[in-house]
C-alpha cells in the first residue's frame, strides 16, 4: 500500500500570488501522478498528468513536476477562478488512490 | 463532445437496494475504462472500482470489495453502481469517470480524465 501526504491541507492565498502544493508518496512511483481541480458543488476535472503534462484546455499558470516520491502543483499567478479544492492522484499501484486534498482559499 | 450523464439524486432508507447508472456518449465506451469515486459530504475523493464495459472486467479498491458491485451494458453504453442493502454511512456524492485511454497492459492503472457531475445519495430513516 502506497501511503499518500499532500499538504498542505489549507492554503490561504491572495490573487497573484505563486502557490504550491505537495504530494508525497511512501515509495516511489515514477511519473504516475495525476493533479486534479475541484470547485465547490463541482466535479473534479482533471488538471495534470504524467506528473508533468498539462491536460488540454488547461492554462499553463498550472504546472506539475516530480517523479519518485516527491510532487508539487504550482499555480503561477492565482487568479479568482483558482479558489478550490486540489487533489493528487497517484496511478502507479492497485488501488490508485488520490491525496487528502488542499483548499486553496482567498486570504 | 465527450460526456457521462449520471442518473439523478436519490433518497433511501437503511436495507434499501439501489443501483445508479452512468452513460457515456461521444466516443466508443467499449474502449475506455470507467470508474466510480465517492465523496462524502466535506470530505475527500475515495477511488471505489472500475469495469472495463468491452469484457466486464472488473476491480474494487479493498475498501469497497463486496460493498458494491459495478457494471456495465455495453448496448446502452451505461455503467452502473449499485448496493444491495444501503446503510446511512453510505450517504455521499458518487461520480463516475472515464480512465484516460492507453493501450498495452495495466490500463486500469490510468487517470480519470472525463468525470460526470455526479448522483447525490442520502441514506435516512
Known amino acids: 500500500v502506497i501511503w499518500m501526504t499532500q499538504s498542505p491541507s489549507l492554503l490561504s492565498a491572495s490573487t497573484g500570488d505563486r502557490v504550491t502544493i505537495s504530494c508525497r508518496m511512501s515509495q516511489g512511483i515514477s511519473s504516475y501522478l495525476a493533479w486534479y481541480q475541484q470547485k465547490p458543488g463541482k466535479a473534479p476535472e482533471l488538471l495534470i498528468y504524467a506528473a508533468s503534462t498539462l491536460q488540454s484546455g488547461v492554462p499553463s499558470r498550472f504546472s506539475g513536476s516530480g517523479s519518485g516520491t516527491d510532487f508539487t502543483l504550482t499555480i503561477s499567478c492565482l487568479q479568482s477562478e483558482d479558489f478550490a479544492t486540489y487533489y493528487c492522484?497517484?496511478?502507479?499501484?492497485?488501488?490508485?488512490?488520490f491525496g487528502q486534498g488542499t483548499k486553496v482559499e482567498i486570504k | 463532445e465527450v460526456q457521462l450523464v449520471q442518473s439523478g439524486a436519490e433518497v433511501k432508507k437503511p436495507g434499501e437496494s439501489l443501483k445508479i447508472s452512468c452513460k457515456g456518449s461521444?466516443?466508443?465506451?467499449?474502449?475506455?475504462?470507467i470508474g466510480w469515486v465517492r465523496q462524502m459530504p466535506g470530505k475527500g475523493l475515495e477511488w471505489m472500482g472500475i469495469?472495463?464495459?468491452?469484457?466486464?472486467?472488473?476491480r474494487y479498491s479493498p475498501s469497497f470489495q463486496g460493498q458494491v458491485t459495478i457494471s456495465a451494458d455495453k448496448s446502452i453504453s451505461t455503467a452502473y453502481l449499485q448496493w444491495s442493502s444501503l446503510k446511512a454511512s453510505d450517504t455521499a456524492m458518487y461520480y463516475c469517470a472515464r480512465l484516460s485511454y492507453c493501450s498495452g497492459g495495466s490500463c486500469y492503472l490510468h487517470y480519470m480524465d472525463v468525470w460526470g457531475k455526479g448522483t447525490t445519495v442520502t441514506v435516512s430513516s
Open positions: 461521444g466516443y466508443s465506451f467499449t474502449s475506455y475504462w
Open positions: 492522484q497517484q496511478y502507479y499501484s492497485f488501488p490508485p488512490k
Open positions: 469495469i472495463y464495459p468491452g469484457d466486464s472486467d472488473t
